[in-house]
């Protein structure tokens, strides 16, 4: 059973930065490509950043290309996201999820690709 827990979520002024982990649990000996959704109130969840098993494939939308880094530690189990240059329309809920993948380097970018979810960590920017 794959578990994933969301950590690093916090309030932080408009211009400031913050790092969430998600630390997953159960992994098979299957690859796995991970991602950070996130879901603003009242919005539909978007992508924030997604990562291939490798690690050497990334994918951002518009919104915070040059702003947000995604990275992994497969020894540790661990995808981060660093946010720098946080604006209030950062604000919201962020998951990241998990997905098999045959193909090492996939990287998904939609909601219904994932199995996995974690519960969520909230971030407040304030302006």
């Known amino acids: 059973q794959v578990q994933l827990v969301e950590s690093g979520g916090g309030l932080v002024q408009a211009g400031g930065s913050l790092r969430l982990s998600c630390t997953a649990s159960?992994?098979?000996?299957?690859?796995?490509?991970m991602v950070w959704f996130r879901q603003a109130p009242g919005k539909e969840r978007e992508l924030a950043a997604a990562?291939?098993?490798?690690?050497?494939?990334?994918a951002y939308p518009d919104s915070v290309k040059g702003r947000f880094t995604v990275s992994r530690d497969n020894a540790k189990n661990t995808v981060y996201l660093q946010m720098n240059g946080l604006k209030p329309e950062d604000t919201g809920v962020y998951y990241c999820?998990?997905?098999?993948?045959?193909?090492?380097?996939?990287?998904?970018?939609?909601?219904?690709?994932?199995?996995?979810w974690g519960q969520g960590t909230q971030v407040t920017v304030s302006s």
């Open positions: 999820a998990a997905a098999k993948v045959r193909i090492s380097e996939a990287v998904y970018t939609r909601m219904d690709e994932y199995s996995y």
């Open positions: 990562i291939s098993w490798t690690g050497k494939t990334t």
């Open positions: 159960g992994f098979t000996s299957s690859n796995y490509a």
